[in-house]
Nanobody, 124 residues
Framework: QVQLVESGGGLVQAGDSLRLSCAASGRTFSTYGMGWFRQAPGKEREFVAAISWRGRTTYYADSVKGRFTISRDNAKNTVHLQMNSLKPEDTAVYYC?????????????????WGQGTQVTVSS
């Protein structure tokens, strides 16, 4: 049982940066793998990044590799997504999710808890 709340979205220009945050409460946060997903209008929700429960393993979608960085602070029950060099194609609602699996997944099916989403809009 985990509750997740995202924040930090907004409207920016191409090339700008944003830092998304996800605050968790409920069950022991440090035992959950965490992921970020995004959904653009008319598109399926897609994987963006994931981090293991200890923070020692990370995964990134090819489309964001080298630009986005996922991190977590278990003492503060937070996970972040630092997004640099933003592109218009990054425009989407971004969702934070938590997984109880022993290995952090990169697909939706592996995540049990989801936040409400935060809008990121990147103009050209």
């Amino acid at each position: 049982q985990v509750q997740l709340v995202e924040s930090g979205g907004g409207l920016v220009q191409a090339g700008d940066s944003l830092r998304l945050s996800c605050a968790a409460s409920g069950r022991t946060f440090s035992t959950y793998g965490m992921g970020w997903f995004r959904q653009a209008p008319g598109k399926e929700r897609e994987f963006v990044a994931a981090i293991s429960w200890r923070g020692r393993t990370t995964y990134y979608a090819d489309s964001v590799k080298g630009r986005f960085t996922i991190s977590r602070d278990n003492a503060k029950n937070t996970v972040h997504l630092q997004m640099n060099s933003l592109k218009p194609e990054d425009t989407a609602v971004y969702y934070c999710a938590a997984s109880p699996l022993v290995a952090v997944p990169t697909s939706e099916g592996g995540y049990a808890y989801w936040g409400q989403g935060t809008q990121v809009t990147v103009s050209s």
